[in-house]
T-cell receptor, first 115, second 111 residues
Framework: NAGVMQNPRHLVRRRGQEARLRCSPM?????VYWYRQLPEEGLKFMVY????????ESGMPKERFSAEFPKEGPSILRIQQVVRGDSAAYFC?????????????FGPGTRLTVT | DQQVKQNSPSLSVQEGRISILNCDYT??????FLWYKKYPAEGPTFLIS?????DKNEDGRFTVFLNKSAKHLSLHIVPSQPGDSAVYFC??????????FGTGTRLQVFP
């Protein structure tokens, strides 16, 4: 059973460009969570999605950030007009419905660098 | 507002001895706690968890203790091994499904 997949692993963008981060949950998992880790800090919750639904986006910045988890395909975290402060490691996690939220399995992360 | 705190940024332990990592929380509504281990350039790996209705959970070399009155939990690793060297994150689940993480403790196990 493959684990949570994230791509790309490393992403470099210039200020003002768009960043798209993709996450494929573990097989059979219908819940996806995105977290961000700034240097020397812990992971901060951003958004929780089920298929075609955003359940909790209380950790998402109000502007430039959006997330989706379509019926088919991976979950996408989209950052428009990136700024240097967006440089961080972005982790996706998934969990099965019956263990909703209790044990989240993390992907390897995408390291975004904004130049 | 840091609801989950790990006040020791680092810990150094000799191989074979016990490692004790501590975590404090402020929100009494948290009902489930987890410990994750993280190596550089990798995602966190789940280690062990505990429900708020219990005060201890054990899995091999890893034991988590929960003191609800003190809002404190700890992770014990015994015996410690060099491969345990990593950053350990404590996390709590509240009344939504998101996890709230501490800032991590870097454990180094030396021979």
């Amino acid at each position: 059973n493959a684990g949570v997949m994230q791509n790309p692993r490393h992403l470099v963008r210039r200020r003002g460009q768009e960043a798209r981060l993709r996450c494929s949950p573990m097989k059979g998992h219908s819940h996806v969570y995105w977290y961000r880790q700034l240097p020397e800090e812990g992971l901060k919750f951003m958004v929780y999605l089920q298929k075609e639904n955003i359940i909790d986006e209380s950790g998402m910045p109000k502007e430039r950030f959006s997330a989706e988890f379509p019926k088919e395909g991976p979950s996408i975290l989209r950052i428009q007009q990136v700024v240097r402060g967006d440089s961080a490691a972005y982790f996706c996690a998934s969990s099965p419905f019956f263990q909703r939220g209790y044990e989240q399995y993390f992907g390897p992360g995408t390291r975004l660098t904004v130049t | 507002d840091q609801q989950v705190k790990q006040n020791s940024p680092s810990l150094s332990v000799q191989e074979g001895r016990i490692s004790i990592l501590n975590c404090d929380y402020t929100n009494s509504m948290f009902d489930y706690f987890l410990w994750y281990k993280k190596y550089p350039a990798e995602g966190p790996t789940f280690l062990i968890s505990i429900s708020s209705i219990k005060d201890k959970n054990e899995d091999g070399r890893f034991t988590v203790f929960l003191n609800k009155s003190a809002k404190h939990l700890s992770l014990h690793i015994v015996p410690s091994q060099p491969g345990d060297s990593a950053v350990y994150f404590c996390a709590a689940r509240g009344n939504t499904d998101k996890l709230i993480f501490g800032t991590g403790t870097r454990l180094q196990v030396f021979p």
